[in-house]
């Protein structure tokens, strides 16, 4: 029945868009994204923020990952000041906004590391970790495994 509700939201992203996807899948209490086989955590919905500056920072944040993400462009983003925003996301989202930022980066990267398309270096690039060894490191923490296992894991034939 899981993989019906994928297929019907992945059919959902394609026709209407990542943002009505996500709505969709926020309605039906399930997560946007899940590969098979893996987990069905979600950093995006684990930060369903309250307000919609938070959620403006958010979007901006998911929108320029590749870029180095200051907290004073996250507050412009949020129309708050700097000590502001962090209170209020903090507040919001149970987590500091670097925290945050880097378990975005991280999703962003999984998921581009489970379809097994692009380079490690690529991925790292794209999402903002600069470099495949911070990208590494910021796994093993988050998930005790390398990107490499994680894609060998998500297609035991490919290679990184």
């Known amino acids: 029945m899981t993989a019906g509700v994928d297929m019907a939201l992945g059919l959902v992203e394609r026709d209407m868009g990542e943002d009505v996807a996500r709505a969709t899948a926020k309605m039906m209490v399930v997560h946007h994204r899940r590969a098979g086989g893996q987990s069905q955590h979600s950093a995006m919905f684990e930060l369903d923020a309250k307000s919609d500056r938070i959620q403006d920072a958010l979007a901006f944040a998911k929108k320029n990952l590749r870029e180095p993400l200051t907290n004073e462009q996250l507050a412009q983003a949020a129309r708050l000041s700097p ?6 996301f903090r507040k919001e989202t ?4 670097a925290r945050a930022i880097e378990n975005l980066r991280l999703e962003a990267a999984r998921y581009l ?7 490690v ?4 690039r ?10 590494r490191r910021s796994f093993l923490r988050a998930y005790g495994q390398t990107p490499q296992a ?3 894991a998500s ?6």
Do not use: K, Y
């Open 155 to 160: 297609h035991p034939l490919a290679t990184i």
């Open 113 to 119: 590391i489970e379809q097994g398309r692009l380079p």
């Open 94 to 97: 149970g987590q500091s906004p």
């Open 121 to 124: 270096e690529v991925i790292a």
């Open 83 to 88: 000590r502001q925003f962090t209170r209020v």
């Open 126 to 135: 794209e999402t903002g970790f600069g470099d495949r060894e911070r990208m």
């Open 150 to 152: 994680i894609r060998n």
